[in-house]
Every structure is written in C-alpha cells, then in structure tokens.
Nanobody, 121 residues
C-alpha cells in the first residue's frame, strides 16, 4: 500500500506564511510527478502547483510569486512554501503524486487526505 500524509496546515493571519509537507510511504518503487491541489469551501478542487521528478515546476496564476513547490526525492516528500497568505487562500490543501509501486509497473495517482489552511485575522 501507498500513503500520502500532509502536514503543516493551520490558522494564520493575512500576510503570514506556512510550509506544507507531504510524505509518501509504503511499497514505493519511484515517484514521478508531485502536486498540490486545494479546495475552498463551496468550490471545486484546483491545481495549485506541480513539480516533475526532474524539478521543473508550474503554478496556478493566482499563486505565482507567493507559493513555491519543492521536493526531496530521498525522503519521498513534497513541500509547499506559501507566503503572503490571503483570506482567499483558505482551503484544504491536498497532495497528489504519481507513484509506481514495487509490485506494479504502471504509475498510479494517489491522494492524501488533506490539511486545512485557514487565513483569518
């Protein structure tokens, strides 16, 4: 089995920062793409940031310049540094990764259960 576990969410004031982490564990052979999504109350889940196994990144226009995605391949972990937080960033943030298990040839997309970020004064 493979698990993705997010951490680092919480309550933060506007203008503040947070660093989210997502660790993959289990019978992992390799991890290809990793990404962060978010879902605000009453809205659809949206892609926030994406990183390839080579380190190439792309971002939603709404977070460019404020969010930074990175990964530590040795730790099977992806991070999301979020700065200059705005109330509109309030959402559950989900980790998503394309993982090849040790006992299976294909890459499968897995989801974490999410971590809540609340931006409020």
């Amino acid at each position: 089995q493979v698990q993705l576990v997010e951490s680092g969410g919480g309550l933060v004031q506007p203008g503040g920062s947070l660093r989210l982490s997502c660790a993959a564990s289990g019978s992992i052979f390799s991890i290809r793409d990793m990404a962060w999504y978010r879902q605000a109350p009453g809205k659809q889940r949206e892609l926030v940031a994406h990183i390839t196994n080579g380190g190439s990144t792309d971002y939603a226009d709404s977070v460019k310049g404020r969010f930074t995605i990175s990964r530590d391949n040795a730790k099977n972990t992806v991070y999301l540094q979020i700065n200059s937080l705005e109330p509109e960033d309030t959402a559950v943030y989900y980790c998503n990764a394309a993982i090849r298990r040790a006992d299976y040839r294909a890459y499968v997309w897995y989801w974490g259960k999410g971590t809540l970020v609340t931006v409020s004064s």
